[in-house]
T-cell receptor, first 112, second 112 residues
Framework: DAEITQSPRHKITETGRQVTLACHQTWNHNNMFWYRQDLGHGLRLIHYSYGVHDTNKGEVSDGYSVSRSNTEDLPLTLESAASSQTSVYFC???????????FGEGSRLTVL | KQEVTQIPAALSVPEGENLVLNCSFTDSAIYNLQWFRQDPGKGLTSLLLIQSSQREQTSGRLNASLDKSSGRSTLYIAASQPGDSATYLCAVRSRGGNQFYFGTGTSLTVIP
């Protein structure tokens, strides 16, 4: 079955370190998204991509970057991790014909 | 900007009861609306997707309705079971927009 996977599922890092969260989908979807989920804020969009070499900023993009070198992967990089980036991160992809969103299981990041 | 609201934030019901979860949105120019379920520590699982041209969708004990003119959607759960305990989120995809707008969810507890 096609799926969307995230890794690592849990990570603890220190302030100032670079961190990359991986997202891989096997549906061949062009549209992919990164969200963070925090208590009191719900899901907030970080970055999104509509295809290879396309990347766009969401509402909370500061301190994050993404790259899209192929259809399957959209890695999220925290250039210099900050305690405010402690959160649960979700990757999602969208079917183009119906607009249905599918989510990965999430990556819990703790920045000490 | 589209705003999505889910009330109540939490709901507790006895097993076997039929229940309705509410989702309201401010801009009626939507492409679709999607209901998700999220279990603790897990990702979002798609339950039902309603296109803007549709009035309702059904899957098993779940029925979702959409009234664009009033900016409302409801998720009806029949004969609730303890396994239905989870957080339920709705998300709206606006026409012409690049984002999905999420509510903050309703946390449902079904008491055996």
């Amino acid at each position: 079955d096609a799926e969307i996977t995230q890794s690592p599922r849990h990570k603890i890092t220190e302030t100032g370190r670079q961190v990359t969260l991986a997202c891989h989908q096997t549906w061949n979807h062009n549209n992919m998204f990164w969200y963070r989920q925090d208590l009191g804020h719900g899901l907030r969009l970080i970055h999104y991509s509509y295809g290879v070499h396309d990347t766009n900023k969401g509402e909370v993009s500061d301190g994050y970057s993404v790259s899209r070198s192929n259809t399957e992967d959209l890695p999220l990089t925290l250039e210099s991790a900050a305690s405010s980036q402690t959160s649960v991160y979700f990757c999602a992809s969208e079917t183009e014909n119906t607009g249905e969103l599918f989510f990965g299981e999430g990556s819990r990041l703790t920045v000490l | 900007k589209q705003e999505v609201t889910q009330i109540p934030a939490a709901l507790s019901v006895p097993e076997g009861e039929n229940l309705v979860l509410n989702c309201s949105f401010t801009d009626s120019a939507i492409y679709n609306l999607q209901w998700f379920r999220q279990d603790p520590g897990k990702g979002l699982t798609s339950l039902l997707l309603i296109q803007s041209s549709q009035r309702e969708q059904t899957s098993g004990r779940l029925n979702a309705s959409l009234d664009k003119s009033s900016g409302r959607s409801t998720l009806y759960i029949a004969a609730s079971q303890p396994g239905d305990s989870a957080t339920y989120l709705c998300a709206v995809r606006s026409r012409g927009g690049n984002q999905f707008y999420f509510g903050t969810g309703t946390s449902l507890t079904v008491i055996p």
